[in-house]
């Protein structure tokens, strides 16, 4: 897991020590809807079009030799898609490659930097031509996404040339992703750009919907698209009445040794089980809960039980400002999924009660500094999500949206306030340059912070903390997030 180069005092419910931020199961989410329609293993239909996520098929097609060139791994990708497109449907004309796109400075960044792409941390760029041979290491390859992107920028161009001679007559094939890459259509005549489908969108979920409107637009009544993020499932949802086809599924799940995971979930009768005032709030609640060890199956049960209560968070994200009707409704659901009364406490009430109970700090809610630079990041994050039937967004600087721009780029900023009141501050924190018994930090059996002069740091022979209880406090690993029914 990535961490920065200092720690920071940071929220802990929703960050760990290092100033990640805590990530939620969310896979959680779709088993709960799934439960709604047991038995999705079948699709009854066969869909004309077929759209899948590129990065997620190159992240499971494993190098079979050490001694493969680009060239072999791409014309394995292509049969891959098109063996598989057939497999999923046997009248499939239409079958779409989607692609994300990588930026330093992207809402996509902090995900990378968790799943562990080390763009920014040394990886070595590897140059991504026909004839050279695969690194060895093809999952440290692929943890650097300016890699990805040459990967993904050889994989189209491929494609592009020797697709037309494995399509069938009747097959076209669509390409769309990489940061300098047009969308091409291939026929077996040759291939061609899509100028409507270029996109600046980032992320291959919302670029998957923009493909599926478009497909409708042209009168295909029945799509699937295969992808394995829980993300893709929500939007389906959220978008069905905008896509336009009568017949809407997912494909998602593999085969691994032991057990047959693949499955077809039905979204046009999956959205029928739904009440229109739980799906209209179901993007926003799914994009909110991520907060420590408030999980996605805790967010589902409020939004079944007591949706009506958080009505104001069905246009959540349509513009880009967060009203003070929807922060009061954000916030009621934040205190809901810590137990209090949504309706009775406020955020600080219940803050209290939580730390004068023997409950870990992790699980005290944040503060309304916090939740409020939490709740700007959710609003630019839907916009996007509800907007992927638009190709072309013009959006702001994130940094106006609960982010910063540090070495690492794009980063989540943790608080807009100080940690504590400065004569709390300086009741707290030490003078010391190196640490010693003298510490008032070590006097009190607390350890050092960053707003002590030793700032804590642990590295530094001219300015060290050898307070125990700060070196102690460093070995601790975050506690991974789960649900706490």
């Known amino acids: 897991m990535h961490t920065r180069r200092c720690r920071l005092n940071v929220p802990l419910s929703m960050f760990s020590d290092g100033g990640n931020m805590i990530k939620t199961k969310k896979s959680d989410f779709m088993t709960k809807l799934e439960e709604l329609l047991p038995n999705t293993r079948e699709m009854t239909d066969n869909p004309e079009v077929v759209i899948f996520d590129g990065m997620a098929i190159v992240q499971t097609l494993p190098m079979n030799s050490e001694k493969w060139t680009f060239t072999d791994m791409g014309a394995r990708f292509q049969q891959y898609t098109l063996s598989k497109a057939r497999e999923i449907s046997p009248k499939v004309t239409k079958i779409h490659i989607i692609f994300d796109k990588y930026s330093i400075n992207g809402l996509k960044t902090e995900t990378r930097k968790y799943r562990g792409d080390c763009s920014q941390s040394g990886c070595r760029n590897v140059d991504v031509r026909g004839e050279l041979r695969v690194p060895k290491d093809w999952k440290m390859f692929l ?79 029945c799509i699937a698209i295969h992808s394995p993020d829980t993300d893709v499932l929500v939007l389906l949802l959220h978008h069905y009445r905008y896509i336009g086809a009568a017949h809407l599924y997912m494909s998602t799940g593999r085969v691994t040794l032991h057990t047959d995971g693949r499955r077809f979930i039905p979204v046009h009768q999956l959205i029928d089980k739904l009440p229109k005032y739980q799906l209209n709030i179901m993007l926003s609640v799914f994009c909110i ?101 638009t190709a072309q967004h013009d959006l702001p600087p994130f940094t106006d949206f609960g982010y910063e721009i540090d070495e690492d780029g794009l980063t989540p900023k943790t608080m807009s306030q100080p940690a504590a009141a400065p004569e709390l501050l300086n009741d707290l924190v030490c003078r010391c340059e190196i640490c010693s018994e003298t510490c008032v930090c070590f006097a009190n059996r607390q350890p050092c912070t960053v707003a002590c002069s030793c700032t804590e740091n642990t590295n530094t022979d001219d300015m060290m903390c050898t307070n125990v209880n700060t070196l102690e406090s460093v070995l601790v690993k975050d506690t991974e997030s789960s649900d706490d029914e």
């Open 289 to 389: 809960t991520r907060i420590f060890g408030k999980g996605k199956r805790r967010a589902f049960k409020l939004l079944t039980e007591r949706a009506s209560n958080y009505q104001p968070l069905f246009n959540l994200g349509d513009e880009l400002l967060l009203s003070d009707l929807q922060r009061t409704a954000c916030t009621r659901f934040v205190i809901s999924l810590y137990g209090g009364s949504d309706v009775q406490q406020t955020l600080h009430h219940l803050r209290c009660i939580k730390a004068k109970s023997s409950v870990h700090p992790r699980n005290i809610p944040p503060t309304a500094d916090s939740l409020n630079l939490h709740l700007q990041r959710c609003v630019i994050q839907l916009w996007i999500w509800r907007h992927a039937i």
């Open 143 to 221: 943890s650097n996404g300016q890699n990805k992107e040459r990967l993904i920028q050889f994989y189209s161009g491929y494609m592009a040339e020797h697709a037309c001679t494995k399509l069938k007559a009747q097959e076209v094939l669509l390409i769309n992703g990489g940061k300098s890459t047009p969308c091409v259509i291939v026929t077996t005549n040759g291939c061609c750009n899509q100028p409507i489908l270029d996109t600046n969108q980032e992320e291959a979920d919302t670029v998957m919907i923009l493909h599926a409107k478009y497909e409708a637009d042209k009168g295909s009544t």
